[in-house]
C-alpha cells in the first residue's frame, strides 16, 4: 500500500501559487482556497450539475479580496482582468437586474439591454487551459432581493435564463463572492473602532476574529444562501509589515517595466506606510501613494530624460517632502 502525499500540488497550481506570491501578502487562507479550486476542476470530481466552486470571501476593506481574485485569474491565464466583475451595489433595484439577464422580448428597450450574462461571453473568459470563467461579484450585501435569487438560482441550478429565455450555462463557471460583513466588528473588538490598536495587539491569526466574522454573516446572509457555498475564506487584517512587501512588490513591478532602479530610504518607507495605510482601511490607498510619489515623479524623470534605464533612484524624504536622487 502507498501513503497518498496530500500536500502534493499539480504543476498548474504551483503555477498559480507563484503568481499569487508576487502578488498577494499574507493571505495563506485565500491562497489554499484558490488552490483547492483549481485542483477540484482537473481532478474532474465536481458536481457537473453546478458551478464548479462558489466561494464567500470576507475580511475588511483593502486587504486584496478583489486583488486575489486578479491574481488568480493572471495566474490562469496572463491576464488579470480576464473574469467577469459584477458590482452588486449597481443592482439595488428590482428592475436593475435587466441589465444582467437582458429584457424580455416585447419590452421597451429591449433590443438595448444586452445582457452581462450570456454564453458567449462566458465562453470568452476561457482560458486555453482553464476552461471556465470566473465571475466576481463585489459586494453582495448590497445586492437587491432580485439579485439574491438570481444567485441562489446558478447555485443551485447552474443555470441561468435570460429574458429572451436562452439558457445560460453556469456550470463552467468559479464564483467569488466579495463581501466586508463583520468587519466593523471586527474593528470594534481589536481598537473600539478607533483605527488604531494596543500596541501589542495581534490582530490578524485570530481564531476570535474569525468567530466574531462568520458570525455576522450568518446573522447577514440567509442559511440557503450559505449552504450552498463551497467555503466562506477569511481575510487577515494587513499588518505593517505586509505593507512594507506590497511596497517591495510595486518597486519590482516598476524595475521590469522600465528598468529603473528605485530604491527607498528609511525614512521614505515611512512615509509612504504613513500616507497610504491604516490599520482600517488596509492597503486600500497603499498603491494610490505610491504612484503619487514614486511612480509620478519617476515617470516624469524618465520623460524628461533626467533619469535612463539602469539608472537608480534613491528616494527619500526631508522634513516631511520626497525628494529624489539619481545615480548610475
Ligand atoms: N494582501 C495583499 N497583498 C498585496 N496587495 C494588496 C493586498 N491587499 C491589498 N493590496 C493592495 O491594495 C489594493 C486594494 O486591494 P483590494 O481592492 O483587493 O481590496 P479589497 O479587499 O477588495 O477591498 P474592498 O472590500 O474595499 O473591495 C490592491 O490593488 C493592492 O494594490
Ligand atoms: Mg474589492
Known sequence: MKKLNTSLRSPAAMAMRDTFAKRI?????????YTDVLEKFLSGF???????ASYLFIGPTGVGKTASAEAFVEGLTGNPKQ????????FQHSHDISKIVGSPPGYLGHRETH?????SKLMSLHGPKSPFAVILWDEIEKASDALWNLMLGILDKGSLTLGTNETV????????????????ESAHAVDG?????????????????KTITTAAARRKFSPEFLNRLDAIVMFNTLRPEDIDKILDMEIEKLHQRAFITVILSPAARKEIARLGYSRRDNARFLQRTIDKHIVVPVSGGI???????????IVDVHDGLFEYHIGV
Open 25 to 33: 501578502v499574507n493571505q495563506s487562507e485565500a491562497v489554499d482556497a
Open 46 to 52: 465536481y458536481d457537473k450539475t453546478k458551478p464548479i
Open 83 to 90: 473574469m467577469l466583475k459584477i458590482d452588486c451595489g449597481e
Open 115 to 119: 445582457p452581462l450574462l450570456n454564453n
Open 169 to 184: 450555462d453556469m456550470t463552467k463557471t468559479i464564483n467569488l463572492m466579495t463581501s466586508n460583513v463583520g468587519a466593523k
Open 193 to 209: 473602532g478607533l483605527g488604531f490598536a494596543t500596541p501589542g495587539t495581534d490582530i490578524t491569526d485570530s481564531g476570535e476574529l
Open 303 to 313: 520623460a524628461t530624460k533626467q533619469i535612463d534605464p539602469l539608472d537608480r533612484v
